[in-house]
């Protein structure tokens, strides 16, 4: 099958372009794009609920809001461009990596402070995105450092804005979806994208993109290299959800890779079954903070894992690629 899908390379791209992606542009968005988010809003508005019930790091009800919550936007990260990308939304609910450990001193100059903007959401809205989002909150319920830092009332008010302000986020992200869904599916000159090609580029991107942040960053972060692991650049470790991280990415993928190659049954077959490996071998590891690299036969096995994501990227970059007409010198990173 890839044998053949590089050599049909040469002459597909002129035929592609003459292909009729309007089914999966319309499929694609409304079964696989439209449902994230609208589940993304909902959750969101569940954790600001539970924050202001109760805002207590220990609250049973308030972690379970986070971890679903926290579920739905993994879910759809991988959709980073339209109205994501809008007043660096996605960064304000997920600022990671955080090389630079901005997240732990903005919490800090927060708290120290007691910083006034908590009160109001469009004040908290203006504040570093570093304090805010998924990460900030991750770090105010699991991270002791900060259960007890400062005083209770104000590290209750701090918990609620940044709950509030994932809401915020969250639900304009899906009311700005049901508007930029048409100029996807309906490409012309006065829009983003000028034909179904460039629209069914850009969903391409949000494939090959997601498998590399999930392979390269979620992955080849914490294993740093042999000599010197690096445990403690997992995301979201505090919490024990790095695994689960690959895992609800690998499963959303699969889903968008399915609904781009329906057209072609070979191509849709080979990569169900890439993905199918990879999911498995993640669940098959007991190590939710992938704390494991730190270890030989640990580390084996996650870059047994990260092995697995390569070879959906490469049939993606050889077989399907190709096939729907996407320039071989396309990088998912550079935005060409």
């Known amino acids: 099958m890839r044998t053949l899908a590089l050599a049909l390379a040469l002459i597909l791209p002129l035929h592609a372009?003459?292909?009729?992606?309007?089914?999966?542009l319309t499929s694609t968005v409304e079964t696989h794009v439209l449902p994230g988010f609208a589940v993304l809003s909902q959750a969101t508005e569940a954790l600001t609920q539970a924050a202001q019930t109760d805002c207590s790091p220990g609250s049973a009800r308030l972690q379970a809001a986070y971890h679903t919550a926290f579920d739905s936007w993994?879910?759809?990260?991988?959709?980073?461009?339209?109205?994501?990308?809008v007043q660096d939304r996605a960064f304000s609910l997920a600022f990671w990596p955080d090389t630079k450990g901005f997240t732990p001193k903005a919490l800090s100059g927060l708290i120290a402070s007691e910083d006034a903007s908590v009160e109001t959401p469009a004040e908290f809205a203006e504040t570093s995105?570093?304090?805010r989002g998924f990460f900030a909150l991750e770090q105010m319920l699991f991270d002791p450092k900060f259960t007890d830092q400062g005083a209770a009332p104000y590290r209750c008010a701090l918990i609620q804005a940044i709950a509030t302000d994932i809401d915020n986020n969250a639900h304009a992200i899906d009311a700005?979806?049901?508007i930029y869904?048409?100029?996807?599916?309906?490409?012309?000159?006065?829009g983003p994208y000028r034909s179904e090609d460039e629209a069914m580029q850009e969903l391409y991107r949000a494939l090959t993109t997601g498998l590399e942040f999930t392979g390269d960053t979620r992955l080849g972060r914490p294993m740093g290299t042999f000599d010197r692991p690096r445990p403690n650049r997992a995301e979201a470790r505090r919490s024990d959800r790095s695994l689960r991280h690959v895992e609800l990415s690998l499963i959303a993928l699969r889903d968008l890779?399915?609904?781009?190659?329906?057209?072609?049954?070979?191509?849709a077959a080979d990569l169900d079954a890439a993905f199918a490996k990879a999911i498995a071998s993640a669940q098959s590891l007991d190590d939710p903070a992938l704390a494991g690299v730190a270890t030989?036969?640990?580390?084996f096995r996650v870059e047994a894992l990260q092995q697995s994501i390569n070879d959906i990227r490469a049939i993606a970059s050889a077989e399907l690629g190709p096939t729907l007409g996407i320039n071989a010198g396309f990088n998912s990173l550079d935005g060409d």
């Not at 372009?17 to 999966?24: E, S």
């Not at 869904?181 to 006065?190: F, K, M, N, Y």
């Not at 030989?296 to 580390?299: K, L, S, V």
């Open 129 to 131: 995105v570093a304090g």
């Open 296 to 299: 030989p036969q640990g580390r």
């Open 181 to 190: 869904a048409i100029t996807l599916t309906r490409p012309g000159e006065s």
């Open 74 to 85: 993994i879910s759809v990260s991988h959709l980073r461009f339209g109205p994501t990308e």
């Open 257 to 267: 890779a399915a609904h781009l190659s329906a057209d072609y049954p070979g191509i």
């Open 17 to 24: 372009h003459a292909q009729n992606h309007g089914p999966i």
């Open 176 to 178: 700005d979806w049901a």
